[in-house]
DNA sequence: TGTACATCAGTGAACGCGCGTTCACTGATGTAC
DNA sequence: TGTACATCAGTGAACGCGCGTTCACTGATGTAC
């Protein structure tokens, strides 16, 4: 798939447009999901003809991929202002319970509400290019986490809190995921308990394997 | 999409070939992924004219809908059988997570040796009829586990146990996911400390949550 | 402030391509007598 | 065991469609003097 960057809008009007297209794709893609989307509905849905679209994105797959980038941002942005917040260890068990809770539903929300994000995030799994995206995104989140997680846990060897750190996005991707498919009652509950299944991990996390005593 | 059931297989030579187009279609998932999949290049690999494909399938999902029920079945034997072998809460936590990464380590094993399993697993997430395949593979794994917590769990209400055996069932495809994406070695500590989690979470599953003291 | 011109933004119409799918057919296999 | 016939299995060739994409163009916006 070739990438080649387009003209990028200067004019406002331009601007607009860029903007409309995207819109047009996030909901689209909200509407009939990943297989149906093409970029001649994404131009029918923003009232403009194709030659319009091209002038920015070289192709559907661009188009996708600055939506996936967006989403994944808004996420970073939720995961870095929380992390702030309450650095790890800080807390007790109880409370970090709460915090972790928190942070999953503000990231099921924030997909939620974003155009098309439970598609986006589905497609991350299955379009080559949008697992690059997500892999960069998770690489950059589990890195961050990684470098508190290193001074709380000394004795902890690097594999194993690297492989910790990344489990922690994996499964708060999953959580998302699992959340949108749901009804509300059992989104709650499976984000309660994926929020426990952190906490306690990382609170039992010690540098010998559990029952290895 | 109309999935119409067409005409069985009932001649050797039938039969053969319907297999045949079953391992073109995951040979070629393997090989270009599940966005460049198309009945017109399953025929060619597995040497045929399209026409003898529509025989025995009506379109391309109801291909990937049978590699996709024949994965989950061979899953589900690999779950039910380590099932039995140890019933939940029969050993301890130190033997528990040795079963647990070698019941992972197996499942990860019948994925990558299935013609394009990893492709399978993932198209899973995003394409809607495979994404059925999917949820009644997990529900009724979850089910399975659910009906051995009840009695290892008597005090856990209903809701808390159904939710954590569905999220054993979801974190045991993401580890497979995940496994299927990395090099050996990261993917051997992640199946590790993904069955840490879980021993671990089910170790300390209570009636309350943690840190409610 | 007004006008001429350059650049930017979007249109209308068409293209080639591979897709899924179907038709009327030939050839292979099984069965009845 | 041999032959005639019915059914099953697969072929060759073509179809309409929507896809991504491009062309030469008109109209809108910004800029220099």
Redesign the pocket.
């Known amino acids: 798939?070739?990438m080649a960057t387009k003209?990028?809008?200067?004019?406002?009007?331009?601007?607009?447009?860029?903007e409309a297209i995207l819109t047009a794709a996030g909901e689209l893609l909200e509407e009939i999901g990943i297989e149906?989307?093409?970029?001649?509905?994404?131009?029918q849905r923003a009232?403009?003809?194709?030659?319009?679209?091209?002038?920015?994105f070289?192709?559907?797959y661009a188009l996708l991929k600055e939506l996936g980038i967006r989403l994944l941002a808004a996420h970073g942005e939720v995961m870095f202002r929380t992390m702030q917040k309450t650095p790890a260890g800080t807390v007790g068990p109880a409370r970090s319970l709460i915090r972790a809770r928190q942070r999953q539903q503000e990231l099921n929300r924030v997909t939620r509400e974003f155009p098309g994000g439970a598609w986006i995030l589905r497609a991350m799994r299955a379009v080559p290019l949008l697992r690059d995206v997500r892999r960069d995104a998770v690489e950059l989140a589990a890195d961050r986490i990684l470098l508190a997680m290193r001074e709380r846990f000394p004795l902890v060897s690097e594999a194993r809190l690297s492989a910790a750190t990344r489990l922690a996005v994996e499964l708060s991707f999953l959580a998302t995921e699992i959340a949108l498919d749901e009804a509300e009652d059992v989104a709650e509950s499976i984000t309660q308990e994926i929020a426990v299944m952190m906490v306690q991990y990382f609170m039992h996390l010690t540098p010998e394997l559990p029952g290895a005593v």
Do not use: E, H, I
Request: glycine residues 2%; positive net charge; aromatic residues 12%.
């Open positions: 798939v070739d003209t990028q809008p200067v004019q406002d009007r331009s601007r607009t447009t860029y149906r989307f093409s970029t001649n509905l994404v131009c009232g403009l003809t194709p030659p319009a679209l091209y002038r920015y070289p192709n559907k």
